[in-house]
């Protein structure tokens, strides 16, 4: 017997009608390209993304028709998200720090058949404009006062572009399952490849993702969303905010220290998401400076393991609740979170407060989570059992863009590629990624661990370890530090502080210091270049 309620689509658009009528009155604030913040309402970003819905559908554009996007966190960006989607069409979200050939692979791969970009990104797409197959049009994300002299055929200013339309639209109403944004994961080893959001699971995420314990929005309170938009759609940020109600606060690129501090104070931030390269640029200007913004009460930390002395930080110093979030482009992104409840708050040491949030957390609502040996049987949820995590749930991935083969098992079990084990209330650790896992004597060692205990060293800026071909062992662990701003510390300091927290083979051989480490547009340690330099080619291979 089927239920006898309404079938009603779940659609992107259904976020902005709520946001721009219930929350019509709340500010949107972004820090734009041109220099001034940009200042609307919610109620706003609902008229501008209808009038470029009615502009993008006089162009022919229509449903399953992909619009790119190269942008920062704006609110240009933002009316794109929805104007694009809200018409059935696809908002592919680029990478800009892609290289040139991954660009022009992606582009012509997604058939995109308008640009949109920031200013910033003009040269960058005049470089490659004619090696694109498929854009019939760019439109430059400025107003006519703004509008650059470029080299790129058949542009449009947005303002201009949006400026005659009408802010009345009626949204058009289709299969929830159909595509909404699509999203090439940042492609380390081949080729990048399209992961294809539909707005059912866009939808659903949406609501999974802000409920309580998880990334807080709602009235009265003000959302910075650090993470970037062109990054898994900004974790969600942009639908939950109108959805519950929530100021959204877009830093555009500034996202060093000063910046954010600056912004965060402004506008009242209360809560706010990102990786850890970017907290950590956060945390170093608040202790050089000794300042911290009062008003913000969550960080939600995810896209790489934070060290536990960052939490620290954020959790003594400053009196700021974490959220440690784990996920991957090809879920939408949420998978796992962690935060403490009230009675873990009462009852857990503050030591074990903060073991337990290095620790990705329990799946939310909707994901379904299970590691695997490397047969692929299941492995006991015993806290100690470790293997590949898979997931399974309505925002998985289940076949990359334009590929025939299945990307899921016969079960439905998506592999992540990440070395996990699953304990009490099936809080999951991520231990490595497969394929930066150390293989010693046949045992792995963690990574993840190894550079939590290293940056646990006052004069540890932020670290990272590799493995290292060893006759005997067949990989060895290297770490590579990069020294805390005025000072020097020794191997054998740095050695002598990890000796107490980790087992006595773990240690790394050797420790090597660099000014900076090579960090990935998406915030992650490019190990893949660390390998470059301190190990030959055919310990990839072996690692990979
Ligand atoms: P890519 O695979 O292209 O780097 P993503 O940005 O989707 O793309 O990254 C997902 C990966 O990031 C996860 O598979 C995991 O390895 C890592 N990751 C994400 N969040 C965390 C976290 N909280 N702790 C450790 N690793 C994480």
Redesign the pocket.
Known sequence: MRGLMQNHPLLISQFIEHGGTVFGNVEVVSQTVEGPIHRYTWSDVRARSRQLANALTAQGVGLGDRIATIAWTNHRHLEAYYGIAGIGAVCHTINPRLYADDLVYVLNHAEDRFVMLDLTFVPLIEAIAERLESVEGFIIMTDQEHMPSNQLPNTVCYEEFIAARAADYEWPRFDENTAANLCY????TGKPKGVLYSHRSTVLHAYASCMPGNIVGGRGQCMLAVVPMF??NGWGIPYSAPMTGSKLVMPGQKLDGESLTKLMRDEGVTTTCGVPTVWLGLLDYWKEHDTSVPTVKQVG??????ARSMIEEFERDFGIEIL???????MN?LG?IHTLSASERATLSPDDQLDALTT?GAPVFGVEIKVVDEDGATLPNDGKSCGE?MVRGPWVCERYFKDETSAIDDEGWFG???IALIGEGMSMQ?TD?AKDVIKSGGEWISS?DLENAAMGHPDVAHAAVIGVPDEKWSERPLLIVVPAVGTEPTKEDILGCLADKVAKWWLPDDVVFEEELPV?G?G?VQKIKLREKYAPVEVKKAAG
């Open positions: 994961t940042s492609g380390t990054h898994a930390i995810g896209g790489a393991a934070p440690h979030g784990w996920g991957m482009t090809e992104p796992t990705q995590l992540t590629g990440d991520i990624r993840i990935s998406t992650k």
